[in-house]
């Protein structure tokens, strides 16, 4: 969940040892101000890992696999509550990853990163760009999931009415008795807003309510949703800890920056840090509907909205 930044260190300096060597600083901003309200300065540090030069990991921002079988070549010298902390490190040529932190667990806080060399590198954020990716495979389908597509079928046509179509209230209805009956993992039923937000995101003609193709659309997406869901949720718990999010969202077909991914954290988790399967569907059927919005107001990467269309995009999603 923390920012990470790429170094590349390729000529070593004027020593004989064939080293680089980089002075860190790490510097907390505005925490002097915060004292007036009680705040004292947080316990910040960092941490570098090498990279590998193969391009294992991509441009960017690195999972879990990095630190679960790489030991850090180099940290701070104190985690420490000061305004700033400041290390010297020489290191071999190649690629490194310096990742700033507070020592307790969930402390937002901003900050200044300087890096200085004796000769010029490279350095750069960790980051990717805010979309869809394209050509996502889908899942297989399982015994489980024919069966519950059946089901879902018939309770579509018998709750429906005469119209065939479902409005968020029905729709509740007819998936929640499929997915609690199901009994995957401890989940008591979506809530009305997942509804409502189905609804948006192929609500084309704002009826406010869905016909039955439009339905199964959104039951192969839950179908996807809920194979990446439990691949990591061993224990069945219906959680999710916060820093799986990313890869969650890139096997649910969403590439997250740094930026979204941490507002998205920061509006659907607990005070744990977990997302439930609930607002884990919510959040991806919001993505969905706010990313296509924006590709039909793109200009070059910015998207012009009036005030209509932009109260009707945030709040019917």
């Known amino acids: 969940m923390n920012p990470q930044y790429r170094v590349v260190s390729t000529d070593p300096g004027d020593d004989e040892d064939d080293l680089c060597t980089i002075l860190i600083g790490l510097l907390q901003k505005d925490r002097r101000k915060k004292r007036k309200e009680g705040l004292d300065m947080l316990t910040i540090g960092y941490v570098i890992y090498k990279m590998k030069e193969d391009g294992t990991y991509g441009k960017g921002p690195l999972d879990t696999k990095l630190f679960k079988f790489n030991a850090l070549v180099g940290k701070s010298p104190l985690f420490i509550n000061m305004r700033e902390v400041c290390g010297r490190h020489q290191l071999f040529p ?6 700033p932190s507070t020592f307790e667990h969930n402390q937002q806080g901003e900050f200044l990163l300087m890096i200085f060399a004796e000769k010029a590198g490279t350095t750069s954020e960790m980051d990717e760009g805010t979309g869809i990716i394209k050509d996502q495979p889908a899942p297989s389908v399982t015994e489980d999931d024919k069966v519950q597509g059946e089901e879902l079928k018939e309770s579509f046509k018998s709750i429906a009415g005469e119209d065939q179509e479902a409005d968020a209230y029905e729709l509740r209805d007819i998936l929640n008795s499929v997915f609690t009956k199901a009994k995957e993992f401890t989940f008591d039923g979506f809530s009305l807003d997942v509804f409502r937000s189905m609804v948006a995101m192929h609500d084309g003609d704002l009826s406010g309510k869905l016909g039955f193709e439009e339905f199964n659309v959104i039951w192969q997406d839950l179908r996807k949703w809920k194979a ?23 096997a649910s077909g969403f590439r997250l920056s740094n930026q979204a ?30 990313i296509a919005s924006f590709k039909g ?21």
């Open 94 to 99: 190649g690629t490194y990853v310096i990742i």
């Open 228 to 250: 990446v869901f439990k691949e990591f949720d061993k224990e069945s718990s219906g959680l999710r800890s916060s820093y799986e999010m990313r890869n969650a969202f890139h």
């Open 261 to 290: 991914l941490s507002a998205i954290i920061l509006r659907f988790s607990n005070k744990k840090g977990e997302i439930e399967f609930d607002d884990f569907v919510l959040c991806a059927i919001r993505l969905n509907t706010m």
């Open 297 to 317: 107001h793109d200009n070059k990467y910015v998207a012009s909205y009036d005030i209509e269309s932009f109260i009707q995009t945030t709040m019917y999603s």
